[in-house]
C-alpha cells in the first residue's frame, strides 16, 4: 500500500512512524510533513488546503490510501474530494467536521441526540452577551466556536476577562457559554468505518501551560494512556452514555463518518458529559495511542475503508505510554522560531521523539513553532512510562526548550 499523510505535526510524524512499521507498505509520503518525517519517507511540499492539487499528487504518485491528520483540511472538504473519485481516505467529510469547527453545531447535536453536556447559550451578538457576562455570578466557560487550534477557550469567573475574551471572539465568530464542570477529564478516541465503531484506549491531556495545571490553555504539554482511574465500570457507562448515541447520531443523520471522533468528557459527580468534540486524533494523544496499537495500521484502514470494522479486532499492546512536549521559550505567548536543535539518536525500545514543528536546512534541524518536540515512551504501568519519558527529554536540546515536570507524575502524588 502507497500511503500519504496530509499534515506536519508530531500527530502525523507518530502516523507516518507506525504506517513505517506495516508489513504492507510500498511507498510513504507526508504532505508537507517536517524534519522528522523525512527519515521515514517522501516529503511533497504542497498546499494541502488546495483540495485539487491533494488529488492530483494522489494520482501522480500512484498513491492508494491518504491520511488525513489535522482539522482544517477537514473542515475544508478534502476528505469529500479524495473519496468523489474513489479515492480511500481516513476522515469525515466537511459536514461532519463541523463537529469540531463549530462549537454551535457540536452542542446542537449532542443536545438532539440526548448526550450529556454542559447546558449553554450561544451568543452572536455582542451587546447580549455582554448582558449576559454582567448578569453572571458563578465561573463559567467560554468558548469561540470556530477552529482555534487548543487555545479558544477560556475558564473564569473574571467578568472583565471574560468580555474581552467573548467580544474580541464576536468580531468574526459566534461564542458559547457553557456551565463549568467539576472532575476529571478524559479523552475517547472511537474509529469508525461509517456505521460501525471500536474504542482504543483511553487517555488524558495535560492543555495547562505549566506545573499544577497553572497558565493559559495550549494545544497540550503531554498525555497518558491509559487513565488509572478508568476502570471496567467507568468505560462501560461512558459508551453506553457517549459513544453509542455519539455513532447513532451519525449514523441517523447519514453522515458516513470514516474516521476518528475524538470525544472529550468531563467525568462529574452525575457521570460523564461530553466536553467537546475533535474529528482526528488529538496532538499529543496520538503519539502516545499509535505506539500502544499492535495491529497493523494500514489493516485497520483497510477496514474503515471496507466498513468491516465489525468483525475486525484491533490489537493493544497492552503498555501504558507517556508524552512530554518541548516547546519554545515564550510559548503559549510569543516565541522565536529558527531555533537550531540537537536531537540524540535514541533506540525504540528506549523511546520515540517525534518532531512537532521543525523543518531541515543544510541538514540540520531548525524549530518551526511554539510546540517543537513530543517525546514518548512505554512501560508495564504509568510510572514506568513517565519516568522513561523524562529521560528521554535530555535526548533534545535547543536554546529555550521547556517543558512541564508533573506530566503523569501529578496524579500519583
Known sequence: MRVLVIGSGAREHAAAWKFSKSKRISGLFIAPGNAGTEDLGTNLDIDVMNNDLVVKTVNENRIDFVFIGPEIPLENGLADALREV????????????????????????MKRNNIPTADYVEFSNKDEYTKY?????????????????????????DKNEMLEFGLKALEDDKVVVEEFLEG???????????????????????????????????????????????????????????VIPTINGLNKDSLNYKGVIYIGLMISENGPKVLEYNVRFGDPEAQIIF??????????????????????????TGDSAVCITI???????????????????????????????????????????????????????????CENAYKITNKVKFDGAWFRKDIARKFFK
Request: glycine share 10%; with cysteine; aromatic share 8%.
Open 86 to 109: 474513489n479515492i480511500k481516505c481516513f476522515g469525515p467529510g466537511k459536514e461532519s467536521a463541523q463537529l469540531e469547527s463549530s462549537k454551535a453545531f457540536s452542542k446542537a447535536f
Open 184 to 242: 476529571f477529564e478524559v479523552s475517547i478516541f472511537v474509529i469508525s468505518d461509517g456505521k460501525n465503531y471500536k474504542i482504543l484506549q483511553p487517555c488524558t491531556d495535560h492543555k495547562k501551560a505549566y506545573d499544577g495545571d497553572k497558565g493559559p490553555n495550549t494545544g497540550g504539554m503531554g498525555a497518558i494512556t491509559p487513565v488509572p482511574w478508568v476502570d471496567a465500570k467507568l468505560m462501560d457507562r461512558i459508551e453506553k452514555e457517549t
Open 291 to 316: 505506539p500502544t496499537i499492535a495491529s497493523d495500521f494500514c489493516n485497520i484502514m483497510d477496514a474503515i475503508s471496507e466498513e468491516s470494522l465489525d468483525s475486525y479486532n484491533i490489537r493493544l
Open 327 to 385: 516547546a519554545a521559550e515564550g510559548y503559549p505567548g510569543d516565541y522565536t522560531k529558527g531555533i537550531n536543535a540537537k536531537i540524540d539518536n535514541i533506540d525504540e525500545t528506549d523511546g520515540l521523539i517525534f518532531h512537532a514543528s521543525t523543518y531541515l536546512k543544510d541538514n540540520l534541524v531548525y524549530t518551526n513553532g511554539g510546540r517543537c518536540f513530543t517525546v514518548v515512551s512505554t512501560g508495564n504501568n504509568t510510572l514506568n512510562a
Open 133 to 157: 457576562i454582567n448578569n453572571l455570578n458563578s465561573k463559567v466557560v467560554v468558548k469561540k466556536s470556530g477552529l482555534a487550534a487548543g487555545k479558544g477557550v477560556l475558564e473564569s469567573d
